[in-house]
């Protein structure tokens, strides 16, 4: 028979992930001192912060013209992350 999800875990393993990110000690004497698997530490941590990223990915940007009253909510893609850069430069070559 399969276990149901335990609705506290969430909240307790994002609380437990919060305290280590304060803390000076590594993952492997976190997990040690607090009685639990480094996979379940990453397997809980990966979650959490792949949940944390889909939460941010969408953003509603209000967008109003300053002639008019109107007023439009348009849901927008939030990425945070840098442009990716070119991996070769594009070579000119003179053209006759």
Known sequence: ???LP???AHVRWSRLIQQHEQS???IADFCSLHGFSTASFYHWRRKIRSQASAQREFLAVEVSDPNTSNRNVIPSRLDSRPPPKATRRAQ???RA
């Open 92 to 94: 000119h070559s003179p």
């Open 24 to 26: 000076d000690l590594t």
């Open 1 to 3: 028979m399969a276990r």
């Open 6 to 8: 335990d609705p506290n």
